[in-house]
């Protein structure tokens, strides 16, 4: 006992150790992995992985010294705290990089965590399922080998099984499995994993829900016959619940779920309308901040996307205004360009959409986002995009006049051209055109002969009497004063 002791003793300090002396402390651990008495094999396999855990050059000291052979060896014959202990030394190892995840399939470390699936105790289960997903997640041909060594349908076993902590992370192996392809995310299907994972959907564990709704949104984001299976598991509404609950990682994967089903046709995403997940993610986005709107906001780009009814339902569910709010209020560039993009989503289908979108008055906002040279070059791109779908659609005058005294020549020809569609056809708006100051500001527009601006310009100008068109060009108050004083009266 009194040995064990000033063994465990040991084993804490290594932690606060630098890395040149933890590396030379892994020689004196491996012997004691052989150790008579099981308490310091365990303990010892427990410092390792540690150690493994605490970066990638402690991990590559343990494939180097040769440790992994001696671990998956005694992994099959030692009792239920060693294996537990040994998993968790393959799961510190594998999860740093490829490189040394491949290094533990190479020493057969895959069949014996797969057998070790299968064992009575669940500690054992969840420790090889934990390692097996931190295998799984690095690449498709890692998460191919681990399909090959016959995990799946022991995963599927093990989310059924009573013991939450086991689910959890049986789900989250079955999510790293089915993120890299379409093929890998098959075989996780043909195991028969959506069934039960959509039935914990509303399990009370909040933990237990996020990789449920995970292990779902790798699965869906492949293709429609993969989405279209999630949907047949009757997930809707029943997952729209989830854009409510008190976890906010419970709300971002319920949003992703709903985002990568939605991406693929406009029929999924009428099915998810009709289930009221426009309304419920607009909610969502309301009521979180940062990251966890992301999903939501991308989901309302790609149901807008996809024809002029869907983008009218996210118009109609007053999707226009928390949109605004988080190119406003988000501080991360990635989240304004996403809300940038699906704004210019629900307004380039008709002028009905466009107008929709301006008089919530965000086109200000997005040419000043394209502007700054702050913004990332994805937020300047998104904002562009944005701006020019809208605009070729808009034909709502008083929410483009105020971008004509801003606007650089390559958005303010989309500018001018809709003035050029309108004047004609609408004399109140060409009176208001002269009285605001549009039509001063379109004489004083610099553009090339013969390009499309100028050719909008001309347009219209012949709107109006070429003597208003000369009196707001620019100079023409000179050559009027000139003129009085050239000019003598008769006396």
Known sequence: TQRNTQFTEDVTTLKMMKT?????VMALLRPLLLD??????QTAALALGRLASYNDELAEAVVKGDILPQLVCSLSEQNRFYKKAAAFVLRAVG???PQLAQAIVQCGALETLVICLEDFDPGVKEAAAWALGYIARHNS????????????????????EPEIALKRIAAST????SKHSPELAQTVVDAGAIAHLAQMILNPDAKLKRQVLSALSQIAKHSVDLAELVVEAEIFPVVLTCLKDSDEYVKKNGATLTREIAKHTPELSQLIVNAGGVAAVIDCIGSCRGTVRLPGIMMLGYVAAHSENLSMAVIVSKGIPPLCT???EENEDHIKAAAAWALGQVGRHTPEHARAVAVANVLPTLLSMYMDTHSSEDLQVKAKKALKNILQKCTYLPALEPLLHDAPPNILKHIVGQFSKVLPHDSKARRLFVTTGGLKKVQEIKAEPGSLLQEYINTINNCYPEEIVRYYSPGYSEILLERVENYHPVL
């Open 20 to 24: 040149s002396q933890a590396v030379g």
């Open 326 to 328: 988080c190119l406003i």
């Open 174 to 177: 079955l999510s790293d499995i």
């Open 36 to 41: 008579v008495v099981p308490t310091i094999q």
């Open 95 to 97: 999860k740093h990089s």
């Open 141 to 160: 041909e890692l998460s191919q080998a681990v399909v090959d060594a016959g995990a799946v349908p022991l995963l599927v076993l093990c989310i059924q």
